[in-house]
């Protein structure tokens, strides 16, 4: 996948994110909850394409830390609505698919980077 199909994956996400926010019943709650998956969910997306914009591995690889933090904590809200009753697990099951399918690609590119930057034999052993 390249850099701008992954953008546009991350943007569709938070698209996705916020029509089901939109959708979810009032209560202060859901409300709460619903701004915080928001945040996380189109942060996903604005921190990749900061990442892609990276002055050397090292931004671009703490910048896809971020990345990794945010998809987590989408997934967590996404998970949390569910476990409270206001949504139900089926009409969410392709948006946590997702994420986990975007978490994955981002840890896969950072430990990818990391062996760029640091090769086998510069490694220090813990």
């Known amino acids: 996948m390249t850099a701008n199909e992954f953008k546009a994956r991350t943007k569709r ?3 996705r994110v916020m029509r089901l926010s939109d ?20 942060s996903v997306g604005a921190n990749y ?4 914009r990276a002055r050397s591995a090292a931004e671009f690889q703490a910048k ?6 945010e998809a987590d904590e989408s997934k ?3 998970e949390l609505l569910v476990d409270g009753g206001y949504v139900k697990g089926s009409l969410v099951a392709g948006l946590l698919n997702e994420i986990d399918e975007i978490t994955a ?11 760029r930057t640091f090769p086998a034999h510069k490694r220090v052993s813990r």
């Open 105 to 115: 690609m981002v840890v896969a590119s950072i430990k990818t980077s990391r062996r």
């Open 23 to 42: 959708s979810l019943r009032c209560g202060r709650s859901v409300e709460v909850v619903s701004k915080q998956l928001i945040r996380s969910a189109t």
């Open 13 to 15: 996400f938070a698209v």
């Open 49 to 52: 394409r900061s990442a892609c």
């Open 76 to 78: 967590y809200w996404i």
């Open 64 to 69: 896809l830390g971020i990345v990794e933090e």
